[in-house]
């Protein structure tokens, strides 16, 4: 799902969101009124008062939007299965002022999947920022952690934010690249 539109949002009920850039937690109060700018991978990006908020897919309902799905595993399922969930997930991470997932901006270096003695499993992630100044560092960072814990079985994400080997545009995907007109 992908708006560039200016929708019109009434909140339903008081809602936990992030601002933007800074990444302090707020909570807006029912009745605020505002515009969705963005909304990919489940979760929204507002602009309330002059101020943009990132609302997570679990309290779209705050906005009249049908809450993310819940993730499913078919029984038994092998790390493989996850760790094809693992990158599904990784595409639905989105700064929230470019629309263009992290995995096609080239941000993620490495996601591994060790398997815990219960069965349950905890998944690394590297990854890095388009600028080591980048204000959405904790924004991304926060918006991976919690949606790859989402996903059934996995225990704990750990998300490492690195700097080498430095980004460049070159490890965009070549849709990104022409989304962007980078190419």
């Known amino acids: 799902m992908y708006s560039r ?15 933007v850039p800074q990444g302090e937690a707020v909570s ?7 515009y969705i700018t963005q909304a990919l991978g489940g979760s929204y990006t507002v602009f309330v008062e002059g101020n943009l908020f990132r609302i997570a897919g679990r309290d ?4 009249g939007k049908e809450p993310a799905q819940a993730l499913e595993l ?8 996850v760790e094809q969930i693992v990158w599904k997930q990784l595409r639905t991470c989105f700064d929230p002022e470019i629309p263009i997932n992290v995995v096609d901006l080239g941000l993620v270096y490495e996601a591994v999947i060790h398997t815990r003695d219960d069965g349950r499993r905890d998944v690394e992630v590297k990854m890095t920022l388009t600028a080591p100044g980048c204000g959405m560092g904790d924004i991304l960072i926060d918006d991976v952690r919690s949606k790859l814990e989402l996903i059934p079985t996995v225990a704990e994400a750990d998300v490492e934010l690195v700097f080498d080997p430095p980004w460049n545009r070159t490890m965009m995907s ?10």
């Open 28 to 34: 807006l109060p029912a009745g605020s009124i505002g």
């Open 60 to 63: 779209a309902d705050a906005i």
């Open 5 to 19: 539109s200016s929708e019109p949002v009434r909140f339903e009920r008081d809602c936990d969101a992030v601002l």
């Open 174 to 183: 070549e849709a990104a690249r022409l989304e962007t007109g980078m190419l």
């Open 74 to 81: 078919p029984p038994g399922a092998s790390d493989d299965d």
